[in-house]
T-cell receptor, first 114, second 115 residues
Framework: AQKVTQAQTEISVVEKEDVTLDCVYE???????LFWYKQPPSGELVFLIR??????QNEISGRYSWNFQKSTSSFNFTITASQVVDSAVYFC???????????FGAGTRLTVKP | NAGVMQNPRHLVRRRGQEARLRCSPV?????VYWYRQLPEEGLKFMVY????????ESGMPKERFSAEFPKEGPSILRIQQVVRGDSAAYFC?????????????FGDGTRLSIL
C-alpha cells in the first residue's frame, strides 16, 4: 500500500528565509505521480505541481523549487525568500497509475512571520 | 473558465439530519472524486465517480454515506442521519478523462458542521 509522510507538522520562519518542506513516500509501484498542494487559511486547495515517477528532473517555478529523489523516495519542496503570503498548510500527495486513490500526507503548516 | 464549484461553502446540520453536498466539475470533466478532511488531518479519498457510475467507493463509510454523479447536473455526496464525527471539510476534485496523470482540480470545499 502506498503512503506519504510529511514529518514536519509545523514550521515557522521569518520572512525572506528559505524553507524546505519534506515529503517521503512509500510505494512498490514503479509508475506513479506526486503532487504538492497549498491550502491557505481560506481553505481551498491550490495545485502547485505534478511530477511523474519517470521524470526526476528538478523543477523551479519562481521562488518555488522541487527536488525529486527516487533513490530516497523523497519529493521535497523549497520556498526561497519566503513571504507572509506563503503561510499555509502544504500537502504532498501520491497517486498510482491506474488507481483512483490519491494519498495525501498529513500536511505541514508553514507560518512566515514578517 | 470556471473551476470545480462546490456548494454550499458551509453547511450546518443537527444530529440526525441529512446533508447534501454538491459538486459541479470543471466543464468537460467527466470524472469526479470526493475527499474528506478531518480537523488537523490530511485528505482521505472517499469515492470516484464517472457519469452515472460509481467506479471506486473503497474510501466511503459503509453506512449513511452515498454519492452519485447523474447524467445531468452536479455530483452529490449525501450523508444521512449525520453525527458529530461527520464534521469535516469535504472536497471534490475533477479530471478530464481516463489519464490520471491529469492534475486533479479541487473545489474550495464544503465545511460541514454538526451541532
Amino acid at each position: 500500500a502506498q503512503k506519504v509522510t510529511q514529518a514536519q507538522t509545523e514550521i515557522s520562519v521569518v520572512e525572506k528565509e528559505d524553507v524546505t518542506l519534506d515529503c517521503v513516500y512509500e510505494t512498490r509501484d514503479t509508475t506513479y505521480y506526486l503532487f504538492w498542494y497549498k491550502q491557505p487559511p481560506s481553505g481551498e486547495l491550490v495545485f502547485l505541481i505534478r511530477r511523474n515517477s519517470f521524470d526526476e528532473q528538478n523543477e523551479i517555478s519562481g521562488r518555488y523549487s522541487w527536488n525529486f529523489q527516487k533513490s530516497t523516495s523523497s519529493f521535497n519542496f523549497t520556498i526561497t525568500a519566503s513571504q507572509v503570503v506563503d503561510s499555509a498548510v502544504y500537502f504532498c500527495a501520491l497517486i498510482l497509475y491506474n488507481n483512483n486513490d490519491m494519498r495525501f500526507g498529513a500536511g505541514t503548516r508553514l507560518t512566515v512571520k514578517p | 473558465n470556471a473551476g470545480v464549484m462546490q456548494n454550499p461553502r458551509h453547511l450546518v446540520r443537527r444530529r440526525g439530519q441529512e446533508a447534501r453536498l454538491r459538486c459541479s466539475p470543471v466543464k468537460g470533466h467527466s470524472h469526479v472524486y470526493w475527499y474528506r478532511q478531518l480537523p488537523e488531518e490530511g485528505l482521505k479519498f472517499m469515492v470516484y465517480l464517472q457519469k452515472e457510475n460509481i467506479i471506486d467507493e473503497s474510501g466511503m463509510p459503509k453506512e449513511r454515506f452515498s454519492a452519485e454523479f447523474p447524467k445531468e447536473g452536479p455530483s452529490i455526496l449525501r450523508i444521512q442521519q449525520v453525527v458529530r464525527g461527520d464534521s469535516a471539510a469535504y472536497f471534490c476534485a475533477s479530471s478530464p478523462g481516463t489519464e490520471i496523470n491529469q492534475p486533479q482540480h479541487f473545489g474550495d470545499g464544503t465545511r460541514l458542521s454538526i451541532l
